[in-house]
């Protein structure tokens, strides 16, 4: 037997097509849903990254507000720019694309993004606001990761699922997000501390490999018939390399494969979050 595909990039599509009345909406009012990225420095994985979200806002018929800032920029400078954009009403919401260059105080920048614009969900505030259950904008791997397993209808209330990796940007905040009353699922957070990795995803229904570890999860830790999704991503000798390890297509019972799993549906999640963040600014 070999595991259903869980593909992020038709399902981002289809998001696509539910997000289209309401930018339509929007646009009878005289409104457009606007995107800002603020991108500093040349790293050529960011410089991708922005690019296929500034594609997807011009299938969408979202306006996309680039900023471009140098490697050496300052810290007052990308404060300027931030209170520019923060400022500027033809952007509904931005992000920062992380991570900035070392030089750069990154809790700094992230406190001064206006929250009604956060659509990225990573500023203190919204985090914030995302333990207390308070409504506010929630990270977009996370959403994403969710939201392709509800489309395929992977069973997530009472679910043991292991998370395999605590970073801000998908582990930590996708724990929060499972264990909420509207998922209900129970959750194992592992890290590099765990003591014997394979127990923990062995008695997962659901893998959530997020650890940025090349082939970690290999097909003897799955659990036949789970679903194992692959949000890692490392360069092995220029090549980018998930955390989930060939075969385990074979063993689990649904795959979100690296590419074309979780990141699209990432990207899906941040215009929808775009959206929304229009729709409030009509409404007020
Ligand atoms: N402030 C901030 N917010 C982020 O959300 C953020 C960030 N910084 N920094 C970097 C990571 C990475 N990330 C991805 C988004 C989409 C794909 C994606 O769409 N990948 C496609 C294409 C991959 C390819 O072809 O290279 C796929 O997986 O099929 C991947 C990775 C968002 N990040
Ligand atoms: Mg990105």
Redesign the pocket.
Known sequence: MTATILD??AT?DAIFAELAPRVSALAEQGLRPGLGTVLVGDDP??H??VR??HADCAKIGVESIRRELPADVTQEELHAVIREVNADPACSGY?????LPKHLDTAAVLERVDPAKDI?G?TPLSLGRTVLNEPGFL???PLGAIELLRRYDVPLAGAQVAVVGRGI?VGRTLGLLLTRKNVNATVTLCHTGTRDLATEVRRADVVVAAAGSPGLITPDMVKPGAAVLDVG?SRVDGK?TGDVAPGVEEVAGHVA???????????AM?VSNVVDAAERAARR
């Open positions: 992020g990039r981002k994985g960011s991708a990254y296929m979200k992000l920062v694309q992380l991570p990225d990573l990270p977009c791997t940007t991503v980018l494969p690296n590419p074309g799993g979780v990141g699209p549906m990432t990207r941040l």
